[in-house]
């Protein structure tokens, strides 16, 4: 898993920085022991990335190989939701639910999420798919497409 995400940050320090922080304090979530043992290291991950870097993804959070960040600032992403394998995420994006105890997205994989958007509630984003910068995403979004708007909608569906 590891791999992949150095092959895919390789020229993103930031990316980089972040998600081998968010992976190693990951692995410290996978039991009582190891989070007693990886408490220190859990937060620092939580004040390094929350703080400095201006990231909020939580540690707990499922994220598929090869994630990338870019530029991260303001990014928010609910420790519920689902993110798939290739994921691209930009700046000043909140993934979510839409309700206090609802359930959240569910990205799939080779999804690419522009800068400014709003994703949130119990929906399905699609493999493959593209959303544009500044949209608002509060319905499933079919594999292959591209929406954009707000709220979003399907602009172009690849084959």
Not at 57 to 83: R, S, W, Y
Not at 98 to 127: H, L, M, Q, R, W
Request: aromatic share 8%; hydrophobic share 45%.
């Amino acid at each position: 898993m590891m791999k992949a995400d150095f092959l895919v940050n390789k020229k993103n320090t930031k990316g980089l920085l972040f998600i081998i922080l968010f992976r190693v304090s990951q692995f410290f979530t996978k039991n009582l022991i190891l989070k007693i043992i990886g408490l220190p290291i859990r937060v620092f991950y939580k004040f390094f990335v929350e703080w400095v870097l201006g990231i909020e993804i939580p540690d707990t959070t499922c994220v598929g190989e090869g994630f990338k960040v870019l530029h991260g600032q303001g990014l928010v992403v609910n420790n519920n939701a689902l993110i798939g394998k290739y994921v691209t995420l930009r700046h000043n994006t909140t993934i979510g639910n839409s309700k206090s105890g609802g359930k959240s997205p569910v990205i799939g994989d080779n999804v690419v999420v522009g800068a400014n958007t709003v994703i949130i509630g119990e929906i399905n984003i699609g493999e493959n798919s593209i959303v544009g910068a500044g949209s608002v995403v509060i319905k499933d979004v079919p594999p292959n497409s591209i929406v954009v708007g707000n709220p979003a909608r399907v602009v172009k569906k690849n084959n």
